[in-house]
């Protein structure tokens, strides 16, 4: 047995919209591995029902995985707000929303995050980064003032397939990536954790 499947065999059954999600996934869409997965998923899941958020912005939604998981603790009223410039998808993600129940409680959006998060005049509670490893810095600083204060941010893959502490690697967005991390490293302004899951994840609260 290797780790991953121990840790499979600990988590659970995946439920069966999710995994029909992730089949779907690598049935239609070029780059599969994009997906979240089973032990992503419930990681999601349970901060959010941690939190309990009333607006959670998601950006990178690709094919809906990670949305339906954070909306598991959406409060009764609660909206999760998800953008994905990629239009090919929109109606893969729409299709599984509303499988899981959730057509009323997600909103999606169409387009590049840099332009939609400005005209969002919207308070959230907790924010996922997930889209562009090479424009994080640019999806935090545009989203940073639209985060209420105790507010969290998550930020997927920062470890880089461990790629981020090779001196002798330095591809365009692995450079970003530290540029990136080096940055909410020395921010004042947010408390910081980070998770070693798959690719590491930053866990940020807005002080
Ligand atoms: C790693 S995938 C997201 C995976 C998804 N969150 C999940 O866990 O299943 C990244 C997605 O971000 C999208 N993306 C990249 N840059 C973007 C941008 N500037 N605005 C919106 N979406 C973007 C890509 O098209 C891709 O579908």
């Given at each position: 047995?290797?780790?991953?499947t121990?840790?499979?065999?600990?988590l659970?059954?995946?439920?069966?919209?999710?995994k029909?999600?992730?089949?779907?996934t690598?049935l239609?869409?070029?780059?599969?591995?994009m997906?979240s997965?089973?032990?992503q998923g419930?990681?999601?899941?349970m901060?959010?029902r941690?939190?309990?958020?009333?607006?959670?912005l998601?950006?990178?939604?690709f094919?809906?995985?990670?949305?339906i998981?954070?909306a598991?603790g959406?409060?009764p009223?609660?909206?999760?707000h998800t953008?994905?410039?990629n239009?090919?998808?929109?109606?893969?993600?729409?299709?599984?929303?509303?499988?899981?129940?959730?057509?009323?409680?997600?909103?999606?959006y169409?387009?590049d995050?840099l332009e939609?998060?400005p005209?969002?005049n919207?308070?959230?509670d907790?924010?996922?980064?997930?889209?562009?490893?090479?424009?994080?810095?640019?999806?935090y600083?545009?989203?940073?003032?639209?985060?209420k204060?105790?507010?969290?941010?998550?930020?997927?893959?920062?470890?880089w397939?461990n790629k981020?502490f090779?001196?002798?690697?330095?591809d365009?967005?692995?450079?970003?990536?530290?540029?990136?991390?080096?940055?909410?490293?020395?921010?004042?302004r947010?408390e910081?954790?980070?998770v070693?899951?798959?690719?590491?994840?930053?866990?940020?609260?807005?002080?």
């Open positions: 047995m290797n780790l991953q121990y840790i499979y065999e600990h659970g059954d995946e439920r069966e919209v999710l029909e999600l992730y089949r779907r690598h239609h869409t070029v780059y599969p591995e997906v997965g089973h032990e419930r990681l999601l899941g901060f959010s941690m939190i309990h958020p009333e607006r959670i998601e950006i990178g939604t094919t809906g995985y990670s949305a998981c954070l598991e959406l409060t009223e609660g909206k999760l953008i994905e410039q239009d090919e998808l929109t109606e893969l993600a729409a299709l599984f929303f509303k499988e899981a129940g959730l057509s009323d409680k997600i909103i999606q169409t387009g995050a939609i998060i005209e969002l919207i308070c959230f907790l924010v996922f980064i997930d889209a562009s490893k090479k424009h994080y810095l640019d999806y600083r545009v989203v940073f003032d639209k985060v204060k105790g507010g969290y941010i998550l930020i997927d893959n920062i470890l397939y981020i090779d001196s002798k690697i330095r365009v967005t692995t450079e970003k990536l530290r540029e990136f991390n080096m940055f909410v490293s020395k921010d004042v947010v910081r954790a980070i070693r899951n798959r690719d590491g994840m930053f866990v940020l609260q807005k002080k």
